[in-house]
T-cell receptor, first 112, second 118 residues
Framework: LAKTTQPISMDSYEGQEVNITCSHNNIATNDYITWYQQFPSQGPRFIIQGYKTKVTNEVASLFIPADRKSSTLSLPRVSLSDTAVYYCLVGALNTGGFKTIFGAGTRLFVKA | GAVVSQHPSRVICKSGTSVKIECRSLDFQATTMFWYRQFPKKSLMLMATSNEGSKATYEQGVEKDKFLINHASLTLSTLTVTSAHPEDSSFYIC??????????????FGPGTRLTVL
C-alpha cells in the first residue's frame, strides 16, 4: 500500500486559492489518487480522482506530475465552508483486493 | 457521485446491549463495503472489509466476535456491536466501493453513526 504524507494543517483566507500537496513516493503503476473532504461528524466526501497530469471538476483541480510521486489538490477561491479535513489516498483495484488506509489528513482553516 | 446511507445516525445504548448499524448503497451495487471507526480529532481507522456473500476480513486488533459484519446483498452491509461497552463509543462510518470507474478504487462514504454507550 502506498503511504501518503500531507501537511497536518493549513490556514487560508476567504477568496484565496489553496493548494494542498500530498507525497506518495511508492505509488504503484496501477494506483489512482483520490482526495476526500470531511467535515466534523460526517463521512468523507469524494472530491476528485486522477491518474496523471491534470483533472478538473466543478469544485477542485488535481495536478499530478509525470513521476506521480506527489499530487496537489487545488481549491479555487475558498470560502469559510471549505474549512474541513482533506485526505489524500492512493490505490487501485487488483485481484488481490484493496483496502483504504487513511493518513492523518490536512486540516484546512479558512478565515474571514 | 454515488449515495451511501447509514442508519441510525446516532444511537445511545446501555452497556451490555447490542447495536446494529446498517449501510446501504442507494444507487449502485457494492460487492465490497468497508467499516471504519473514528475517534475525535483522529483519522479514520479501518475495522473490516465486508464482501457480499462471504465472511468479512477484519483488521488486526479488531475482535470479529464483538463487531459482527453481515453483507447479505449487493446494497446492504450491517455492523453489529455486541455487548457494547463505554469504550466502544465512537463514530462509525461505512463506505461502499464503486466499480464503475474502471481500475480506480472509488469509495463513497456514509454519513456516519455516532454510538454512545452509557
Amino acid at each position: 500500500l502506498a503511504k501518503t504524507t500531507q501537511p497536518i494543517s493549513m490556514d487560508s483566507y476567504e477568496g484565496q486559492e489553496v493548494n494542498i500537496t500530498c507525497s506518495h513516493n511508492n505509488i504503484a503503476t496501477n494506483d489512482y489518487i483520490t482526495w476526500y473532504q470531511q467535515f466534523p461528524s460526517q463521512g468523507p466526501r469524494f472530491i476528485i480522482q486522477g491518474y496523471k497530469t491534470k483533472v478538473t471538476n466543478e469544485v477542485a483541480s488535481l495536478f499530478i506530475p509525470a513521476d506521480r510521486k506527489s499530487s496537489t489538490l487545488s481549491l479555487p477561491r475558498v470560502s469559510l465552508s471549505d474549512t474541513a479535513v482533506y485526505y489524500c489516498l492512493v490505490g487501485a483495484l487488483n485481484t488481490g483486493g484493496f483496502k483504504t488506509i487513511f493518513g492523518a489528513g490536512t486540516r484546512l482553516f479558512v478565515k474571514a | 457521485g454515488a449515495v451511501v446511507s447509514q442508519h441510525p445516525s446516532r444511537v445511545i445504548c446501555k452497556s451490555g446491549t447490542s447495536v446494529k448499524i446498517e449501510c446501504r448503497s442507494l444507487d449502485f451495487q457494492a460487492t465490497t463495503m468497508f467499516w471504519y471507526r473514528q475517534f475525535p480529532k483522529k483519522s479514520l481507522m479501518l475495522m473490516a472489509t465486508s464482501n457480499e456473500g462471504s465472511k468479512a476480513t477484519y483488521e488486526q486488533g479488531v475482535e470479529k466476535d464483538k463487531f459482527l459484519i453481515n453483507h447479505a446483498s449487493l446494497t446492504l452491509s450491517t455492523l453489529t456491536v455486541t455487548s457494547a461497552h463505554p469504550e466502544d463509543s465512537s463514530f462509525y462510518i461505512c463506505s461502499a466501493r464503486d466499480l464503475r470507474g474502471g481500475g480506480a478504487d472509488t469509495q463513497y462514504f456514509g454519513p456516519g453513526t455516532r454510538l454512545t454507550v452509557l
